[in-house]
Nanobody
Framework: QVQLVESGGGLVQAGGSLRLSCAAS????????MGWFRQAPGKEREFVAG????????YFADSVKGRFTISRDNVKNTVYLQMNSLEFEDTAVYYC?????????????????WGPGTQVTVSS
């Protein structure tokens, strides 16, 4: 299992930007597909973005397409979520997740490792 820690959350005005980072422990980071999820109060955890092991393919929820990008650095064992044009509805706790293997799912239950989360608050 890989251990994950998110950082970079905070308070930002609508229209602003934040970059989240997720640092992973261990030497096998490049074997994991990575995802970002978020959970707002009273709502279910939802898929935001994902990236395959090599970084060659990325996927986004419709609600963030064109505003968010995901990338990874397999040397630094880190995955990033660049969030631009933030909206009030993006307010949530953001979680990083890892799944061993080539398949990149969008279902939270298929990811085996999770970080503790980082709060993102967008003021309107």
């Amino acid at each position: 299992q890989v251990q994950l820690v998110e950082s970079g959350g905070g308070l930002v005005q609508a229209g602003g930007s934040l970059r989240l980072s997720c640092a992973a422990s261990g030497r096998t980071f490049s074997m994991y597909a990575m995802g970002w999820f978020r959970q707002a109060p009273g709502k279910e955890r939802e898929f935001v973005a994902g990236i395959t092991r090599s970084g060659g393919s990325t996927y986004f929820a419709d609600s963030v397409k064109g505003r968010f990008t995901i990338s990874r650095d397999n040397v630094k064992n880190t995955v990033y979520l660049q969030m631009n044009s933030l909206e009030f509805e993006d307010t949530a706790v953001y979680y990083c997740a890892a799944r061993l293997g080539a398949v990149l799912p969008t279902t939270a239950g298929l990811f085996g490792s999770w970080g503790p989360g980082t709060q993102v608050t967008v003021s309107s």
